[in-house]
C-alpha cells in the first residue's frame, strides 16, 4: 500500500492535456451554468411570477411536472460513481458488472417512489421530510433522523468530490486539492440564485449533456472506432482477455456472460448501499416539490431511464477497457490497470482516451463535471432545507419570517460546501477511491432505512424504535464488516474492508437489523397508533409576506398549497396501489426474470447472443434520452413559447399570454377550493 501522503497522487500513464483545460472546463463551464440560472430566474420573475420566497427555494411550491421529476430522478442519483464505480465494475467482471450495478439501484427507486407518494398524500404541505419525523417522534427522534441524513450527504458529496478530482487530475494533471475545491462553485452559485427550481432545470440540462455522450459512446466503441468498431470485434477482444485474464468466479472466466459470483455479490452490496442512499433527505425533496399527479410517474419513468446510464456507458467503455488493455494504444500497456487505478474509477478515462484521443479526454471531464455538479446540486438544497426548517426554524428561531429563512438557507449552503470540501481535500490524501466510498457507505446508514420508511408507511412503530433500532442497527453492522473483514482476510485495513464478502456481510446485516431492531422495539415497548392527520394539521406554510415582490395573490395560492383537492386525494391514494403494483413487476424482472435464468445456467455468451445484448443497450439509450429530452419539453410548451415571443420582439404577445396563463391558474385554484368547501376531503 502507498503511503497515505501519496496514495491518491497515481502518475496516470495518459497523455494529459494541459491543466488549464481542467480548470477552463471547470470554471468555464461552472460560470455559464451559473449565468445561464441566474437568467432563466430573472424570465421566470417576469413571466411566470416566480419569486424567490422560502417556499418557491425549498419547494418551487409543490408544482414540477412530470418530465422535470423524471429528469430530476436521473439526474439525482447519476453522481460520480455511476459513471466510474459502474466502469470498473465492467471491467472487472464483464457484461453482469453493468448490469447488476444498473439493475440493483434501479430496484431502489422503484421502491422509493411508493414512500415518496405516501409523503406527497399524507403531508401535502411539508418541507422536508425531517419536518414530519418533527411532528411524529419529537425531538429525539427527529435529531437523529437529521444525524444519520447528514452523515450519507457527507458521504455523497465526498464521494462526488473525490471521484471527481480523481478524473481531472488524470487527464489534465490539474492539481486534486484545487479541483475539489473549484468543482462546487458553480454549482453553489445557480444553487444561490434559483434554489431548488434551478437544480430541476439544471438537473434536466446535465441530463440531456449526459445522456448525448453516452450515445456517442455507443456509436464510437460499436460503429466507428478503428480498434474495435464493430460488436462482432468487441465479441473477440473480450474472449482473448478471458484467456489472457480469467475472471474467478465467472463461468468459464468469461467477460460475456451473467453468470458471475463477484458481479452478484457486488449487486447485493450496492442493493443494499442504495437503500441506505434513500435515508439522505434530498430524494423526498424531490416528491415534495412535485405536482401531485406527477410523483408516481416521474419516479417509475425516471428509475426506467436512470438504469440505462450505467448500462450503456459501462457496456460501452468498461468492456472497451478490458478488450484494449494490451493495445499499445493504451495507456498501461505493457502494464495492466493496478488496484488503486480501477479504484479511483480510471477504467472510463482510459478508455475513452485510447479510444477517442484528446477528444475522448475532453469526453470524460465534461460527463464527469456534469455528474459531479448535478448530485452536488441536489444534496444542497436539501442541507439547506434541513438546516433552515429543521434546525433554525424549529429550534433557534421558530418565529423567523420567509426572508430570514432564505437568508438562512444561503448560508447553509455556503457552510455546507466549505466543510465538504475541507474533508475531501483529506481523503484525497488517503488510499480510499470512489468505489470504497460507495460500497461501503451502506455499513453506516443502512439501518435507518426501515425506520424511516415507516415515518410514511408504518403507523405502529413507536418512538423508541426510531432512536435505538438505527444505532444499534449500525453498530452491529460495523462490528460484522470489520469483525468479516479481520476472521477471512487477516487484518482490518482499507483493502481487506473493501473486499468483497466484508462487504456484502457489513451491508446486509445494516439493512436486515434495522428492520429486526425496529419490529422489536416496537412490540417490547408498545406499538403506536399514529394520527395521519397530524402531518395536515401540523405543518403550516412559511409566511413570505414580508419577502419582495410577491403579491397578494400569490401569497394566497401559496396557503392553499397546505391541502390536497379531492382529485389530488383521490389520485395519489391510487398511486399508491398502483405504485406497489409496478415496483413489484419491475423488481421481479431485473432481480429475476432477466438475470436469473443466465445465472443459473451458466450460460456464456454466443456472438449472435451478444449482438442481440448490445442492441438491447441501444434501444435502451435511445429510448430514455428521448423520453427525458422530450417530456419537459412537451410538458413547458406553453411557458417555452412565451420565451419565443419574447426574444423574438413580441413583448406585447408574451406579456397577454403571461397574463392569461396567471388567470387560467387563479381560477382553476379557486375551483379546486370550491370544490373543497362544498365536498370536503375525504381521508
Given at each position: 500500500?502507498?503511503?497515505?501522503?501519496?496514495?491518491?497522487?497515481?502518475?496516470?500513464?495518459?497523455?494529459?492535456?494541459?491543466?488549464?483545460?481542467?480548470?477552463?472546463?471547470?470554471?468555464?463551464?461552472?460560470?455559464?451554468?451559473?449565468?445561464?440560472?441566474?437568467?432563466?430566474?430573472?424570465?421566470?420573475?417576469?413571466?411566470?411570477?416566480?419569486?424567490?420566497?422560502?417556499?418557491?427555494?425549498?419547494?418551487?411550491?409543490?408544482?414540477?411536472?412530470?418530465?422535470?421529476?423524471?429528469?430530476?430522478?436521473?439526474?439525482?442519483?447519476?453522481?460520480?460513481?455511476?459513471?466510474?464505480?459502474?466502469?470498473?465494475?465492467?471491467?472487472?467482471?464483464?457484461?453482469?458488472?453493468?448490469?447488476?450495478?444498473?439493475?440493483?439501484?434501479?430496484?431502489?427507486?422503484?421502491?422509493?417512489?411508493?414512500?415518496?407518494?405516501?409523503?406527497?398524500?399524507?403531508?401535502?404541505?411539508?418541507?422536508?421530510?425531517?419536518?414530519?419525523?418533527?411532528?411524529?417522534?419529537?425531538?429525539?427522534?427527529?435529531?437523529?433522523?437529521?444525524?444519520?441524513?447528514?452523515?450519507?450527504?457527507?458521504?455523497?458529496?465526498?464521494?462526488?468530490?473525490?471521484?471527481?478530482?480523481?478524473?481531472?487530475?488524470?487527464?489534465?494533471?490539474?492539481?486534486?486539492?484545487?479541483?475539489?475545491?473549484?468543482?462546487?462553485?458553480?454549482?453553489?452559485?445557480?444553487?444561490?440564485?434559483?434554489?431548488?427550481?434551478?437544480?430541476?432545470?439544471?438537473?434536466?440540462?446535465?441530463?440531456?449533456?449526459?445522456?448525448?455522450?453516452?450515445?456517442?459512446?455507443?456509436?464510437?466503441?460499436?460503429?466507428?472506432?478503428?480498434?474495435?468498431?464493430?460488436?462482432?470485434?468487441?465479441?473477440?477482444?473480450?474472449?482473448?482477455?478471458?484467456?489472457?485474464?480469467?475472471?474467478?468466479?465467472?463461468?468459464?472466466?468469461?467477460?460475456?456472460?451473467?453468470?458471475?459470483?463477484?458481479?452478484?455479490?457486488?449487486?447485493?452490496?450496492?442493493?443494499?448501499?442504495?437503500?441506505?442512499?434513500?435515508?439522505?433527505?434530498?430524494?423526498?425533496?424531490?416528491?415534495?416539490?412535485?405536482?401531485?399527479?406527477?410523483?408516481?410517474?416521474?419516479?417509475?419513468?425516471?428509475?426506467?431511464?436512470?438504469?440505462?446510464?450505467?448500462?450503456?456507458?459501462?457496456?460501452?467503455?468498461?468492456?472497451?477497457?478490458?478488450?484494449?488493455?494490451?493495445?499499445?494504444?493504451?495507456?498501461?500497456?505493457?502494464?495492466?490497470?493496478?488496484?488503486?487505478?480501477?479504484?479511483?474509477?480510471?477504467?472510463?478515462?482510459?478508455?475513452?482516451?485510447?479510444?477517442?484521443?484528446?477528444?475522448?479526454?475532453?469526453?470524460?471531464?465534461?460527463?464527469?463535471?456534469?455528474?459531479?455538479?448535478?448530485?452536488?446540486?441536489?444534496?444542497?438544497?436539501?442541507?439547506?432545507?434541513?438546516?433552515?426548517?429543521?434546525?433554525?426554524?424549529?429550534?433557534?428561531?421558530?418565529?423567523?419570517?420567509?426572508?430570514?429563512?432564505?437568508?438562512?438557507?444561503?448560508?447553509?449552503?455556503?457552510?455546507?460546501?466549505?466543510?465538504?470540501?475541507?474533508?475531501?481535500?483529506?481523503?484525497?490524501?488517503?488510499?480510499i477511491g470512489v468505489n470504497y466510498l460507495v460500497t461501503c457507505m451502506g455499513v453506516f446508514v443502512c439501518s435507518m432505512?426501515?425506520?424511516?420508511?415507516?415515518?410514511?408507511?408504518?403507523?405502529?412503530?413507536?418512538?423508541?424504535?426510531?432512536?435505538?433500532?438505527?444505532i444499534l442497527g449500525s453498530i452491529t453492522a460495523i462490528a460484522s464488516w470489520l469483525g468479516s473483514a479481520k476472521a477471512?482476510?487477516?487484518?482490518?485495513?482499507?483493502?481487506?474492508?473493501?473486499?468483497?464478502?466484508?462487504?456484502?456481510?457489513?451491508?446486509?446485516?445494516?439493512?436486515?437489523?434495522?428492520?429486526?431492531?425496529?419490529?422489536?422495539?416496537?412490540?417490547?415497548?408498545?406499538?403506536?397508533?399514529?394520527?395521519?392527520?397530524?402531518?395536515?394539521?401540523?405543518?403550516?406554510?412559511?409566511?413570505?409576506?414580508?419577502?419582495?415582490?410577491?403579491?397578494?395573490?400569490?401569497?394566497?395560492?401559496?396557503?392553499?398549497?397546505?391541502?390536497?383537492?379531492?382529485?389530488?386525494?383521490?389520485?395519489?391514494?391510487?398511486?399508491?396501489?398502483?405504485?406497489?403494483?409496478?415496483?413489484?413487476?419491475?423488481?421481479?424482472?431485473?432481480?429475476?426474470?432477466?438475470?436469473?435464468?443466465?445465472?443459473?445456467?451458466?450460460?456464456?455468451?454466443?456472438?449472435?447472443?451478444?449482438?442481440?445484448?448490445?442492441?438491447?443497450?441501444?434501444?435502451?439509450?435511445?429510448?430514455?434520452?428521448?423520453?427525458?429530452?422530450?417530456?419537459?419539453?412537451?410538458?413547458?410548451?406553453?411557458?417555452?413559447?412565451?420565451?419565443?415571443?419574447?426574444?423574438?420582439?413580441?413583448?406585447?404577445?408574451?406579456?397577454?399570454?403571461?397574463?392569461?396563463?396567471?388567470?387560467?391558474?387563479?381560477?382553476?385554484?379557486?375551483?379546486?377550493?370550491?370544490?373543497?368547501?362544498?365536498?370536503?376531503?375525504?381521508?
Amino acid at each position: 500500500m502507498s503511503s497515505p501522503a501519496t496514495a491518491n497522487h497515481v502518475v496516470a500513464p495518459l497523455s494529459q492535456g494541459p491543466p488549464g483545460s481542467g480548470y477552463g472546463i471547470i470554471i468555464g463551464v461552472g460560470a455559464l451554468f451559473a449565468f445561464g440560472m441566474w437568467g432563466v430566474a430573472v424570465l421566470l420573475a417576469k413571466f411566470q411570477n416566480e419569486v424567490q420566497g422560502s417556499e418557491m427555494f425549498m419547494t418551487a411550491k409543490r408544482s414540477v411536472g412530470t418530465g422535470l421529476i423524471a429528469s430530476a430522478v436521473v439526474s439525482g442519483w447519476t453522481i460520480a460513481a455511476t459513471l466510474l464505480t459502474s466502469t470498473s465494475w465492467t471491467y472487472s467482471y464483464g457484461v453482469s458488472g453493468a448490469y447488476f450495478y444498473g439493475a440493483f439501484a434501479s430496484v431502489q427507486i422503484f421502491v422509493f417512489a411508493v414512500a415518496a407518494i405516501e409523503l406527497k398524500r399524507k403531508a401535502p404541505g411539508a418541507h422536508t421530510f425531517l419536518e414530519i419525523a418533527k411532528i411524529r417522534y419529537g425531538r429525539t427522534g427527529h435529531c437523529v433522523q437529521i444525524l444519520y441524513s447528514t452523515l450519507l450527504q457527507i458521504i455523497n458529496c465526498v464521494n462526488v468530490l473525490v471521484g471527481g478530482s480523481a478524473v481531472f487530475t488524470a487527464l489534465t494533471g490539474m492539481n486534486d486539492i484545487a479541483a475539489v475545491w473549484l468543482l462546487p462553485v458553480g454549482v453553489v452559485i445557480y444553487t444561490l440564485t434559483g434554489g431548488i427550481k434551478a437544480t430541476f432545470l439544471t438537473d434536466y440540462i446535465h441530463t440531456i449533456i449526459i445522456y448525448a455522450m453516452t450515445l456517442t459512446g455507443l456509436f464510437v466503441v460499436y460503429a466507428r472506432s478503428s480498434l474495435i468498431g464493430s460488436i462482432d470485434e468487441m465479441y473477440e477482444l473480450l474472449k482473448d482477455a478471458a484467456v489472457r485474464a480469467p475472471v474467478s468466479g465467472n463461468a468459464g472466466g468469461e467477460y460475456v456472460t451473467m453468470s458471475s459470483q463477484s458481479g452478484v455479490l457486488l449487486g447485493v452490496i450496492f442493493l443494499s448501499a442504495v437503500f441506505g442512499s434513500t435515508v439522505d433527505v434530498q430524494l423526498f425533496q424531490k416528491a415534495i416539490a412535485a405536482n401531485p399527479s406527477s410523483t408516481l410517474p416521474g419516479y417509475m419513468v425516471g428509475g426506467l431511464c436512470w438504469f440505462a446510464i450505467p448500462f450503456c456507458l459501462a457496456t460501452t467503455f468498461g468492456l472497451a477497457a478490458r478488450a484494449l488493455e494490451n493495445n499499445p494504444a493504451f495507456p498501461t500497456y505493457p502494464n495492466t490497470m493496478t488496484a488503486v487505478e480501477v479504484s479511483q474509477g480510471l477504467p472510463l478515462p482510459y478508455a475513452a482516451q485510447t479510444l477517442m484521443g484528446k477528444g475522448g479526454a475532453g469526453f470524460v471531464l465534461l460527463l464527469t463535471f456534469m455528474a459531479c455538479t448535478s448530485g452536488f446540486s441536489a444534496v444542497l438544497v436539501a442541507v439547506a432545507s434541513v438546516y433552515t426548517y429543521d434546525v433554525y426554524g424549529t429550534y433557534i428561531n421558530p418565529k423567523a419570517t420567509g426572508a430570514r429563512l432564505v437568508k438562512m438557507s444561503k448560508l447553509a449552503v455556503i457552510v455546507f460546501t466549505v466543510c465538504i470540501a475541507i474533508i475531501a481535500t483529506g481523503i484525497t490524501r488517503t488510499t480510499i477511491g470512489v468505489n470504497y466510498l460507495v460500497t461501503c457507505m451502506g455499513v453506516f446508514v443502512c439501518s435507518m432505512v426501515f425506520p424511516m420508511y415507516s415515518t410514511v408507511l408504518w403507523k405502529r412503530q413507536n418512538k423508541v424504535a426510531i432512536v435505538v433500532a438505527p444505532i444499534l442497527g449500525s453498530i452491529t453492522a460495523i462490528a460484522s464488516w470489520l469483525g468479516s473483514a479481520k476472521a477471512l482476510e487477516g487484518s482490518v485495513t482499507i483493502d481487506t474492508t473493501s473486499e468483497v464478502l466484508p462487504l456484502v456481510i457489513g451491508n446486509t446485516v445494516s439493512l436486515i437489523s434495522g428492520v429486526v431492531y425496529s419490529v422489536t422495539c416496537t412490540y417490547v415497548f408498545g406499538p403506536s397508533d399514529f394520527d395521519w392527520e397530524l402531518f395536515k394539521t401540523e405543518i403550516k406554510v412559511s409566511d413570505d409576506s414580508d419577502v419582495k415582490g410577491l403579491t397578494a395573490e400569490q401569497l394566497a395560492q401559496q396557503m392553499e398549497r397546505e391541502h390536497l383537492s379531492p382529485e389530488d386525494e383521490n389520485s395519489l391514494r391510487e398511486g399508491t396501489k398502483q405504485g406497489i403494483l409496478v415496483a413489484g413487476i419491475l423488481c421481479a424482472i431485473f432481480v429475476i426474470l432477466w438475470p436469473l435464468p443466465m445465472y443459473g445456467t451458466r450460460y456464456v455468451f454466443s456472438r449472435d447472443f451478444f449482438r442481440g445484448w448490445v442492441v438491447i443497450t441501444f434501444l435502451f439509450g435511445w429510448i430514455a434520452s428521448l423520453v427525458i429530452i422530450l417530456w419537459p419539453i412537451w410538458q413547458g410548451r406553453k411557458t417555452l413559447m412565451l420565451f419565443a415571443l419574447y426574444f423574438t420582439g413580441k413583448k406585447r404577445a408574451a406579456v397577454e399570454g403571461t397574463r392569461r396563463e396567471t388567470m387560467n391558474d387563479s381560477q382553476d385554484d379557486n375551483i379546486a377550493e370550491e370544490v373543497n368547501e362544498k365536498g370536503g376531503v375525504k381521508v
